[in-house]
């Protein structure tokens, strides 16, 4: 039977501390910021389109989406969209998380390698991330190992993913925060407040690193009593 609850399970413990804490930061940051309006009174999606012009990705589109924090690149559509929330907003939340999509836009404009990497894997760390936990229940279930050492193989393509992220989003608030200081978007008193925005979502990247990296450790520490 696979020991869903057997003591590997405790290798996640320090990561899903993380995660919860991740998500506490995220929360009180957002909640906090957002009630603080910038001096300059631009919008996300101003703000957005500004930094975009000023690095000649005028043709770089500024989208509002539903949801909440469902803020992201697409670099397909070649698109910044913002939430429905920052998009119109001129807190510090708004226009920081506005400013770190628009640094994802300039990742892609300058080919920022961690970000051309990441687009190249995701295909497969998107099919790995679905597979790999059926396929290494059904090798453990069964007893084969090539299905046991495959759900690994997937599993570890999105782990690689992961790790792969960190660097791009730690560079692309690095970008943001540098944007809206050279721009004199923010006062140095609401880049302070921004960086603490950018720091609390960062903190969830390096979390959900954590677990998956602490989850492939568990999988091979499971392959190998099935031995």
């Given at each position: 039977m696979f020991p869903l609850f057997d003591p590997t399970i405790a290798l996640l413990i320090p990561a899903l501390a993380l995660a919860g804490w991740a998500q506490w930061k995220v929360?009180?940051?957002?909640?906090?910021?957002?009630?603080?309006?910038?001096?300059?009174?631009?919008?996300?999606?101003?703000?957005?389109?500004?930094?975009?012009?000023?690095?000649?990705?005028?043709?770089?589109?500024?989208?509002?989406?539903p949801g909440s924090l469902t803020d992201h690149y697409d670099p397909k559509a070649r698109a910044v969209r913002?939430?429905?929330?920052?998009?119109?907003?001129d807190s510090i939340a708004a226009v920081s998380i506005a400013a770190h999509e628009a640094g994802h836009a300039i990742q892609h404009g300058t080919g920022y390698m961690p970000l051309q990497f990441r687009h190249a894997i995701f295909p497969v760390a998107n099919i790995g991330s679905t597979l790999a936990f059926p396929l290494f229940l059904i090798g453990f279930l069964a007893q084969i190992r090539p299905l046991i050492d495959l759900g690994i193989l997937f599993f570890a393509a999105a782990v690689v993913f992961s790790v792969v992220t960190l660097p791009v989003e730690f560079n692309a608030s690095r970008r943001a925060l540098a944007q809206l200081r050279d721009g004199r978007f923010l006062s140095v008193g609401e880049l302070a407040g921004a960086k603490k925005v950018l720091d609390a979502a960062a903190l969830t990247y390096v979390a959900a690193t954590t677990m998956a990296l602490l989850q492939l450790v568990r999988l091979l520490l499971l392959r190998g009593r099935n031995d």
């Amino acid at each position: 039977m696979f020991p869903l609850f057997d003591p590997t399970i405790a290798l996640l413990i320090p990561a899903l501390a993380l995660a919860g804490w991740a998500q506490w930061k995220v929360r009180s940051a957002y909640s906090e910021f957002s009630r603080l309006r910038t001096g300059a009174g631009r919008s996300g999606a101003e703000i957005a389109a500004s930094i975009l012009r000023s690095n000649s990705l005028g043709s770089v589109r500024v989208e509002a989406v539903p949801g909440s924090l469902t803020d992201h690149y697409d670099p397909k559509a070649r698109a910044v969209r913002l939430s429905e929330g920052n998009y119109g907003s001129d807190s510090i939340a708004a226009v920081s998380i506005a400013a770190h999509e628009a640094g994802h836009a300039i990742q892609h404009g300058t080919g920022y390698m961690p970000l051309q990497f990441r687009h190249a894997i995701f295909p497969v760390a998107n099919i790995g991330s679905t597979l790999a936990f059926p396929l290494f229940l059904i090798g453990f279930l069964a007893q084969i190992r090539p299905l046991i050492d495959l759900g690994i193989l997937f599993f570890a393509a999105a782990v690689v993913f992961s790790v792969v992220t960190l660097p791009v989003e730690f560079n692309a608030s690095r970008r943001a925060l540098a944007q809206l200081r050279d721009g004199r978007f923010l006062s140095v008193g609401e880049l302070a407040g921004a960086k603490k925005v950018l720091d609390a979502a960062a903190l969830t990247y390096v979390a959900a690193t954590t677990m998956a990296l602490l989850q492939l450790v568990r999988l091979l520490l499971l392959r190998g009593r099935n031995d």
